[in-house]
C-alpha cells in the first residue's frame, strides 16, 4: 500500500505555502455597527457632508420631493403606512452616508421602497415597483396606457433601460442593507401616538392631528435622532398646542383632558413624574414641535411643497381616477403660517435650555461608524445590529 505524502515526515507544500503567506495579502476582515440614532451634531456634520455644493435649501427640496415620490407611490400600490415612512426615514439615513450628487433621488427612494417591503413583509417584485414609478415618473406614458389604473405596461417599453434600471436598484438596496447592517427592525411611533394618547387623556381630535403629526415627521430627520415613544410624546405636544393656541376652548367629554393642559403638562419639569415614566425630557419635545411646525410653515407657504414636480398638484386627467380622487381628499391643515410662526415665537419664551449634548471635536462621525469601504467588497465585514460596547455585541 503506498504511503500517503502528506504523513508526519512530509510537509504538505500547499499548507507551507499558506502558512508562509504574508498577513498583508490576506483578506481585512472589520466589523460594522448599527447605529439606530444620531445626535444632532452627526446628523449636521453628516449631512453637510454629503451636499457638497449644494445649499440647505436646496437639500430640502430635494429630500422633500423623495418623500412625495414614496407617498404617491406607496398610495397607489396600496402599501400600510409602516411601509411607507420606513422607506422614507431609509431614504434619509442613505444620504448621510453617500454624496446626494452620485444619486438620482427616485432611484434611491425607490430602493429604500423596496428594502423597506421586505422589512415589514409587505414584498413587491422590482420591476413591479418600477411599473408604478414609471407611472409617476412619467405621466404622459401613463396617459396613453391602457391599464385602467394607469400603470405603464413594462414590457412596451425599452428592456435594455428597464434592465439597467431594475439592476441599478438592486445595486442601491445593498448599499442602504449596509447602511443599516442589514438590521431589519423598525419600530414606529404610530402605535405609541394612541396609547400615550389614551393615558393622557387626549380626545379623538387630538390623537387624529397627532398620528397626522407623526407621518409628516417622517419628511424631516427626526426618527434618525429620536426613539419612536418620544417622537410619539413630540406628535400629541405639538398637537396640543396647535388646538390650544389662538382657539377658544374646544368641548371636551367629561374624562377628557383639554389640549392646553396637555401642553402645560408636557411643559414640565418633572422628574418624578411623566420623564421618568416615558423616559423623555421637554427639551426633546420642544425640538420635535418645532421641526414639525417648520415643515408646516413650509407647506402653507408653498401649496406644491408636498408634490413632486412630476405629479400636478391638481388633479390632472394624466393621473389614474383613483390617484385624481386621492388628491381632492386628500386633508390640509388649517392653519396659515403666520399663525404657526406666531406659535413659534410664543413656544420660546417659555422654552427650556436645548438638552447639552456632547460636541463633536475634530473628529469624522463617518470613521466612528467604519462605513468609508460601504459598498466595497473588500475582506470578510462582520455586521452588528448594536452599538459598540452593548452585551448583546459581546460573544
Not at 396600496?78 to 439615513?93: E, K, M, S
Not at 423616559?279 to 425640538?287: G, I, M, V
Request: hydrophobic share 35%; glycine share 4%; proline share 9%.
Amino acid at each position: 500500500m503506498p504511503r500517503s505524502t502528506t504523513g508526519r515526515g512530509t510537509a504538505d507544500p500547499q499548507s507551507s505555502s499558506r502558512a508562509h503567506t504574508p498577513s498583508s495579502r490576506m483578506p481585512a476582515s472589520s466589523s460594522k455597527h448599527y447605529h439606530p440614532y444620531f445626535t444632532p451634531a452627526e446628523i449636521e456634520y453628516l449631512s453637510e457632508k454629503q451636499r457638497g455644493k449644494q445649499s440647505a435649501t436646496q437639500e430640502e427640496k430635494i429630500r422633500q420631493s423623495a418623500c412625495t415620490f414614496l407617498e404617491t407611490i406607496g398610495a397607489r400600490v396600496g402599501f400600510p403606512r409602516r411601509t411607507i415612512a420606513t422607506a422614507q426615514a431609509l431614504y434619509n439615513r442613505f444620504h448621510l452616508f453617500f454624496p446626494r450628487k452620485d444619486f438620482q433621488y427616485y432611484d434611491v427612494a425607490l430602493a429604500a421602497l423596496f428594502v423597506s417591503t421586505k422589512e415589514h413583509d409587505t414584498l413587491k417584485k422590482p420591476r413591479e415597483l418600477l411599473a408604478v414609478a414609471y407611472s409617476v415618473r412619467f405621466p404622459e406614458l401613463a396617459a396613453k396606457s391602457k391599464n385602467p389604473n394607469g400603470e405603464v405596461d413594462i414590457d412596451t417599453m425599452d428592456p435594455a433601460m428597464v434592465e439597467a434600471d431594475r439592476q441599478r436598484l438592486l445595486a442601491v438596496e445593498r448599499l442602504i442593507l449596509e447602511t443599516i447592517c442589514f438590521n431589519f427592525k423598525a419600530r414606529m411611533p404610530f402605535p405609541y401616538v394612541i396609547k400615550l394618547g389614551k393615558q393622557l387623556k387626549a380626545s379623538k381630535k387630538l390623537i387624529k392631528l397627532a398620528w397626522r403629526m407623526s407621518i409628516d415627521s417622517y419628511r424631516t430627520l427626526l426618527p434618525l435622532i429620536y426613539p419612536p415613544h418620544t417622537m410619539a410624546l413630540g406628535s400629541i405636544f405639538a398637537a396640543s398646542l396647535l388646538l390650544s393656541f389662538e382657539q377658544p376652548p374646544p368641548p371636551t367629554c367629561e374624562n377628557e383632558t383639554p389640549p392646553g393642559e396637555i401642553a402645560k403638562l408636557l411643559n414640565t419639569d418633572s422628574k418624578d413624574g411623566w420623564q421618568t415614566q416615558y423616559h423623555t425630557r421637554p427639551e426633546d419635545l420642544e425640538d420635535i414641535a418645532h421641526t414639525v411646525l417648520d415643515l408646516l410653515i413650509q407647506f402653507t407657504s408653498n401649496s406644491s411643497a408636498n408634490t413632486s414636480p412630476t405629479t400636478p398638484s391638481s388633479p390632472s386627467p394624466n393621473l389614474p381616477a383613483r390617484d385624481r380622487q386621492a388628491l381632492a381628499q386628500q386633508p390640509q391643515y388649517p392653519y396659515k403660517a403666520d399663525q404657526l410662526l406666531r406659535l413659534k415665537i410664543a413656544m420660546r419664551e417659555t422654552e427650556h435650555p436645548p438638552r447639552r449634548h456632547k460636541p463633536l471635536g475634530n473628529s469624522d462621525p463617518s470613521a466612528l461608524y467604519n462605513n468609508d469601504k460601504i459598498g466595497q467588497n473588500e475582506g470578510t465585514v462582520r455586521f452588528l445590529f448594536s452599538p459598540p460596547g452593548f452585551e448583546s455585541d459581546m460573544v
